[in-house]
């Protein structure tokens, strides 16, 4: 009797036993997390960084950064032309398009001595877009016909001391002094002024 409750302890100690054998390896299979030596690394790409240079798009040139000068003038076949100059006094490029408003006035600021320059395609020179660069300058041509001052505007002949302009698109005037005999008649254009142009 005493043998058979041995063996019977013997042998449910062996079944706990392999019970717990069969648990732990079980439990050495299933491992932990990594215990392969394989990582897998999920890698989120930062956003790309690029450059970007933004260049300022060029504007009107201001009266107030202009500077006006009259040339020597010259005359031919009745039309006395006079050139006209715009400087750029400042430190950044502007640009210029088109005709001046140009008049002969009494003295700066004063008052304007009859009809307004005409716009004319003087020597075949046609509007363009200009970029002025900072100490460039830009030419206008002011004809003057003294031949229609001399027989239509006769009796209204005045000398001038002062020309006016005004630059393309702005509302500034700009005075130079000027030589040379204008007429006091409204209603008559005796002269005309070319568009601006780069070229001499």
Same mark, same amino acid.
């Given at each position: 009797?005493?043998?058979?409750?041995?063996?019977?302890?013997?042998?449910?100690?062996?079944?706990?036993?392999?019970?717990? +054998?069969? $648990?732990?390896?079980?439990? @050495?299979? /299933?491992?932990?997390?990594?215990?392969? !030596?394989? #990582?897998?690394?999920?890698?989120?790409?930062?956003?790309?960084?690029?450059?970007?240079?933004?260049?300022?798009?060029?504007?009107?040139?201001?009266?107030?950064?202009?500077?006006?000068?009259?040339?020597?003038?010259?005359?031919?076949?009745?039309?006395?032309?006079?050139?006209?100059?715009?400087?750029?006094?400042?430190?950044?490029? +502007?640009? $210029?398009?088109?005709?001046? @408003?140009? /008049?002969?006035?009494?003295?700066?600021? !004063?008052? #304007?001595?009859?009809?307004?320059?005409?716009?004319?395609?003087?020597?075949?020179?046609?509007?363009?877009?200009?970029?002025?660069?900072?100490?460039?300058?830009?030419?206008?041509?002011?004809?003057?016909?003294?031949?229609?001052?001399?027989?239509?505007?006769?009796?209204?002949?005045?000398?001038?001391?002062?020309?006016?302009?005004?630059?393309?698109?702005?509302?500034?005037?700009?005075?130079?002094?000027?030589?040379?005999?204008?007429?006091?008649?409204?209603?008559?254009?005796?002269?005309?002024?070319?568009?601006?142009?780069?070229?001499?």
């Amino acid at each position: 009797m005493r043998t058979f409750h041995h063996l019977a302890a013997a042998g449910v100690a062996a079944v706990s036993l392999a019970g717990l +054998c069969l $648990l732990a390896t079980a439990c @050495g299979t /299933s491992g932990t997390p990594g215990s392969s !030596g394989t #990582v897998t690394v999920t890698v989120t790409p930062s956003p790309s960084t690029r450059t970007v240079t933004v260049t300022p798009s060029t504007g009107p040139c201001q009266a107030g950064d202009l500077h006006l000068a009259v040339g020597q003038q010259n005359g031919a076949a009745g039309t006395i032309y006079y050139p006209i100059d715009l400087t750029n006094l400042s430190s950044a490029a +502007c640009t $210029l398009y088109g005709y001046p @408003g140009v /008049s002969f006035v009494a003295a700066p600021h !004063g008052s #304007v001595i009859g009809a307004p320059a005409g716009r004319r395609e003087i020597s075949g020179i046609t509007p363009q877009l200009i970029t002025l660069q900072p100490g460039a300058t830009v030419h206008a041509t002011l004809a003057d016909s003294d031949v229609l001052t001399g027989n239509q505007c006769h009796s209204q002949q005045v000398p001038v001391h002062t020309i006016q302009v005004y630059p393309p698109g702005q509302y500034t005037a700009l005075f130079a002094p000027i030589s040379g005999t204008g007429c006091a008649n409204r209603s008559l254009v005796v002269m005309w002024v070319s568009p601006v142009t780069s070229g001499s």
